[in-house]
């Protein structure tokens, strides 16, 4: 299982960026894909999900400023718009959910097996 994120990089606020993660070796195209952030000494956080059904669940922050989507079960993209420096963090690709988990409980990353290296977004 490998999921490799790319795309990010450094913007000025106001900023756009988008990353996108390719998911490879599943047997089957995974349910459910995230991405998660972690800056500098903070824990790493949900920003964004989406399931088979395209389903999207937003955290607060990012709420109408990132979208989160795919073009198959093996690749997702997140368009970052509106960008401010508390977005500067490296973002994670997520995989492997818990099938038993929903909804905005998917933004716990407790919840999720698979993760990419992370690729940085620094807004400045």
């Known amino acids: 299982v490998q999921l490799v994120e790319s795309g990010g990089g450094s913007v000025q606020p106001g900023g756009s960026l988008r990353l996108s993660c390719a998911a490879s070796g599943y047997a089957s195209s995974t349910k459910c894909m995230g991405w998660f952030r972690q800056a500098p000494g903070k824990d790493r956080e949900g920003v964004a999900t989406i399931d088979y059904g395209g389903r999207t669940t937003y955290a607060d922050p990012v709420k109408g400023r990132f979208t989160i989507s795919h073009d198959n079960q093996r690749t997702i993209y997140l368009q970052m718009n509106s960008l401010q420096p508390e977005d500067t963090a490296m973002y994670y690709c997520?995989?492997?959910?818990?099938?038993?988990?929903?909804?905005?409980?998917?933004?716990?990353?407790?919840?999720?097996?698979?993760w990419g290296q992370g690729t940085q977004v620094t807004v400045s």
């Open positions: 997520a995989a492997g959910a818990n099938a038993a988990v929903h909804g905005r409980s998917l933004l716990e990353q407790r919840w999720w097996n698979d």
